[in-house]
């Protein structure tokens, strides 16, 4: 039950954090269309800045819980590192429990009050003169925060596991760096 939960968590995070990766993407496009219209044809937008912006932050906070399934959150590794996986999962257990679940329930208590507010008002950036919508990007804030909760509580049943068994259960493998994927091709003499 605890493994298909975490296999569900995980493919919920990398599904969630994969699309919004396509957000790359109209990034680029958009902010080609600004430096294009800026400097070849002196007619700046006024709406670049604040969806770039918009963008990115929903790009980031969207990859928050993919991020967590994968142990690429920042950590205190010179000391971590040194311990056995059973007194990790121990600490980790311990930190979840008192810090990561209250501050994500914040996240998601004080992101519904911020976007129910925003949608109610139908609030637009105060940043530019275009008055770019944002209430819907609001919600990004309880969407990111129920996803983090969601893989919080499959990395606690990690740390259950790994108290039990002696080594962590990592999640499967699903992008590899292109500088890996070349250091194997050159030591296969595939270069």
Same mark, same amino acid.
């Given at each position: 039950m605890m493994i298909r939960f975490i296999q569900f968590a995980d493919n919920l995070s990398a599904w969630f954090a994969k699309s919004f990766g396509w957000v790359i993407i109209l990034m680029t496009l958009g902010m080609? =269309?600004? %430096? $294009? %219209?800026? =400097? !070849? $044809?002196?007619?700046?937008?006024?709406w670049s800045l604040d969806v770039s912006f918009i963008m990115y932050g929903t790009l980031f906070m969207m990859g928050g819980a993919y991020t967590l399934s994968r142990g690429g959150h920042v950590r205190g590794d010179f000391i971590y590192r040194l311990w056995r996986p059973r007194t990790q999962a121990k600490v980790d257990l311990v930190l979840y429990l008192f810090f990561f679940f209250p501050g994500v329930t914040a996240l998601v208590l004080t992101g519904w009050k911020y976007s129910a507010r925003s949608w109610g008002y139908g609030e637009v950036s105060v940043n530019s003169p275009a008055g770019v919508p944002i209430y819907q990007f609001k919600t990004v804030i309880v969407a990111a925060g129920l996803l983090l909760f969601i893989q919080g509580i499959a990395q606690v049943m990690r740390c259950i596991l790994c108290m039990r068994e002696g080594y962590w259960r990592e999640a499967e493998e699903d992008v590899r760096?292109?500088?890996?994927?070349?250091?194997?091709?050159? !030591?296969?003499?595939? $270069?």
């Open positions: 080609s =269309y600004e %430096v $294009l %219209v800026r =400097y !070849a $044809l002196n007619s700046p937008t006024t760096e292109t500088e890996e994927i070349l250091i194997k091709q050159r !030591a296969e003499g595939d $270069l």
